[in-house]
């Protein structure tokens, strides 16, 4: 499966559009807002750049990534005016896979213009957006043209399913799930392991080349405590999407084989994974690492939407185009409401939190 051609955020602001349904993304990216800011200030002090080179990295189709370039934005124009120095001119490059709706982000950018001219007599400052489609996991830009990458929400998505998951007569190995469980060979953590630090490898060599020296990355991915892969933080919740798919197996709408050919394409690291890439690959310095956990709310949201739905919403908006291409996508509905019915049934026996990890790297 060509990923390039296939996976992508669902577009549009329809009710299971990621526009719709990426407010989790939105507040676990809240929690690190200061230490995003907190960079950005610094990259601005140490380099003082009249064109600020920013690109955000797995941008999407959905408001957030506007909302951190304003951020970014005024965070700046704060620092300038203290430093009594002048300000720059933003160049921000959003980039995403060729098949994401980069018409919906240009479409939302008049009004963004406006909001951010709003009251001012010096018509704000000069920001220039463009898209740059392609996958991260190589070059995407000139050489030492950024400053500072933002990246949310993208990195535990590998550029593909490990290829060691198949046996030398090309049978899948991790049969009856779609992800690594406490059931799945050694071979298969293995296989992703090596595959993200493949991916992640090639991912800092080409970011050192685009970012000027003394450029910084702030990355906010899915994470995971301990050297366990079948965690209950992360990884369980494609257990329960495994169970959801059981289900329509049991109901006659999806063949048990056609499980066992599905893999997806995730790797969620450990701080020491991470940071052993980092420090092999050799361009970048470990400024900043966390882990941390994002409170759920339980309760019904104000459309009276459970959590489990939310949750479910969420994925579809991340996975439909997935699970429509492998299995069809006929069964997208089903599937989707059995699943936010098993995470309500799950978070009621137990609190089940994703693990978030943060890093700030600065380019060597």
């Known amino acids: 499966m060509d990923l390039e051609k296939v996976f992508h955020m669902t577009g549009g602001v329809g009710e299971t559009s990621y526009s719709r349904n990426s407010s989790l993304q939105k507040k676990a990216s809240d929690e ?66 060729p098949t994401n709706d980069f018409n919906a982000i240009f479409q939302s950018l008049p009004e963004f213009y406006k909001e951010l001219k709003k009251g001012r007599i010096d018509g704000g400052p000069s920001i220039y957006i463009a898209g740059f489609p392609g996958s991260f996991y190589g070059r995407l830009f000139p050489d030492n043209c950024l400053h500072f990458i933002y990246s949310s ?38 296989a992703y392991n090596a595959q993200f630090r493949q991916d992640f490898s090639l991912f800092l060599s080409s970011r050192s080349q685009e970012l000027v020296r003394g450029g910084k990355m702030m990355l906010i991915l899915l994470g995971r405590e301990g050297p366990s892969h079948a965690d209950r933080a992360n990884s369980f919740f494609w257990e329960l999407l495994t169970r959801a798919l059981g289900k329509l197996v049991d109901q006659g709408h999806v063949e048990k084989e056609m499980i066992d050919s599905y893999d997806v394409h995730f790797y ?53 185009s997935m699970i429509a ?26 609190d089940i939190k994703p693990i978030t990890l943060v890093s700030v790297l600065t380019n060597l």
């Open 32 to 97: 690190v807002k200061l230490v995003t800011l907190e960079t950005i200030e610094e990259v601005q002090r140490t380099l003082l750049p009249k064109s600020l080179g920013i690109a955000d990295l797995g941008c999407s189709s959905g408001p957030n990534t506007l909302t951190t370039i304003r951020d970014i934005v005024e965070t700046i124009e704060e620092n300038c005016r203290s430093m009594e120095q002048p300000l720059p001119e933003f160049r921000i490059h959003l980039n995403d896979l």
């Open 153 to 190: 929400f993208s990195l535990h998505w590998l550029s593909k399913v490990p290829s060691g998951l198949y046996d030398e007569g090309g049978r899948p190995i991790n049969r009856g799930t779609i992800y690594i469980s406490g059931q799945s060979p050694a071979k298969v953590s293995e």
């Open 268 to 320: 969620a690291p450990t701080i020491e994974e991470l940071e052993n890439v980092v420090k092999t690959e050799g361009s970048f310095k470990v400024d900043h690492l966390q882990l941390f956990e994002v409170e759920k709310e339980v309760k019904s949201d104000d459309d009276g939407r459970s959590y489990g739905t939310k949750v479910s919403r969420t994925v579809r908006a991340i996975q439909e």
């Open 325 to 350: 291409h492998h299995f069809g996508e006929q069964i997208v509905d089903n599937l989707f409401e059995e699943y936010g019915r098993l995470l309500d049934e799950e978070v009621a026996k137990e």
